[in-house]
């Protein structure tokens, strides 16, 4: 059973630069036929996509957020990271990981974990 | 344009059908995906392509697209139904991707 789970700072001052991992089981995010994403809900706010990678092939990145962005794999531990430099309180939100049947297509999602910046 | 538009927040009697709407143009290229929030638990893929339900998911939803509009049914609307929904899908390009709003689904 695939899943994912979400692993982060909680608590990031403004300026400094927050770095998220997700961890994953179940299927390698090495395995063709999948991308894996980053998407963040800011409080009383909808979803946004961050970016998601196709291992070994490409990346994609938000325009809005890719100058401060990114992104990385540990094949070893079977986990994909994101970092985010520069952070603002705009940057405050829920950020979930996912897994991709195509670039829009989440199918598995993590809980999530809560960013803060103070 | 680079963006997905959802309806009002909606507000259902146990049993009513609702249905939630997702308007972009690049719905006209790519189908939009339907997903379901809810409190502490992980976003959940209800709809995707044309009308397809992962497996899991109860029959009650369903999902259509005419022109740039996507829709999500819910028929028979259940307590558990209640929670935040958005569309979301590929740009026209390909290589972004979208979120709508999201609609509040109160039962």
């Known amino acids: 059973q695939v899943q994912l789970q979400e692993s982060g700072p909680g608590l990031v001052k403004s300026s400094e630069t927050m770095s998220l991992t997700c961890s994953v089981s179940?299927?390698?995010?090495?395995?063709?036929?999948?991308?894996w994403g980053w998407v963040r809900r800011p409080p009383g706010k909808g979803l946004e996509w961050i970016g998601s990678f196709y291992y070994g092939k490409n990346s994609y990145q938000s325009p809005a957020l890719k100058s401060r962005l990114n992104m990385s794999v540990d094949t070893s531990r079977n986990q994909f990271s994101v970092s985010l430099t520069s952070v603002t309180a705009a940057d405050t939100a829920m950020y979930y990981c996912?897994?991709?049947?195509?670039?829009?297509?989440?199918?598995?999602w993590g809980r999530g974990t809560l960013v803060s910046v103070s | 344009s680079s963006e997905l538009t959802q309806g009002p927040d909606v507000s259902v009697a146990l049993g009513q059908t609702v249905t939630i709407t997702c308007q972009g143009d690049s719905i006209t290229d790519y189908y939009a995906n339907w997903f379901q929030l809810q409190p502490g638990q992980a976003p959940k893929l209800l709809i995707y392509g044309r009308n397809n339900r992962p497996s899991g998911v109860p029959e009650r939803f369903t999902g259509s697209t005419t022109g740039r509009t996507s829709s999500l049914t819910i028929t028979g609307v259940l307590a558990e139904d209640e929670g935040d929904y958005f569309c979301g899908g590929r740009d026209s390009g390909g290589d972004v991707v979208l979120f709508g709003g999201g609609t509040t689904l109160t039962v």
């Open positions: 179940g299927i390698s995010v090495t395995s063709g036929g999948y991308y």
């Open positions: 996912a897994r991709g049947v195509n670039m829009g297509r989440f199918d598995y």
